[in-house]
């Protein structure tokens, strides 16, 4: 069973930088050292317009739609999450490949499912995530669906082009 309150909220201070160090390794040309598990997400302020960075796992990746799905895990509060709700175009790196991608919001049921096929991938994370977050999974995949619904919505990434 899944707590009913939220994810904790996004880090401040000298947690947020160390959430953020990620950044570094593509500014210095190491992306390739977080695998194919990460990506770089730029994105533009819903606030100032200015282009905003965030390091995020890929929850999937599509090979036959090219399309890679990330999940808030803090939620609808997360900046990223709120950027991409105002302008849904950004761009990606995995690895050393950059790429225009256009951002879809997944409906809870739709975050529901792609949480369920990310815990079955890699059920350690999952649960980890779960506890970093503050939020109580039962480890059914029921327990799973509810927790995305509720708490953990999905974004797809459509790769528009490679740069």
Known sequence: MSQTKGPRRPPRGLQRWL???PIWLYRLGLG???GRRFLLLTHTGRKTGLPRQAVVEIADYDETTNTYTIASGFGRRSDWYRNLQKTPQATIQV???KMS???ELL???ESGEAMVRYARRHPAA???LARVLGLEVDGTEEGYRRVAREHIPFVR???QEER
Do not use: T
């Open 101 to 103: 991608v256009l951002a």
């Open 19 to 21: 959430w953020r160090a």
């Open 157 to 159: 990434l459509h790769v």
């Open 107 to 109: 409906s809870p049921e």
């Open 95 to 97: 690895g050393n490949r």
């Open 126 to 128: 999952a649960r980890s």
């Open 32 to 34: 390739g050292l977080l």
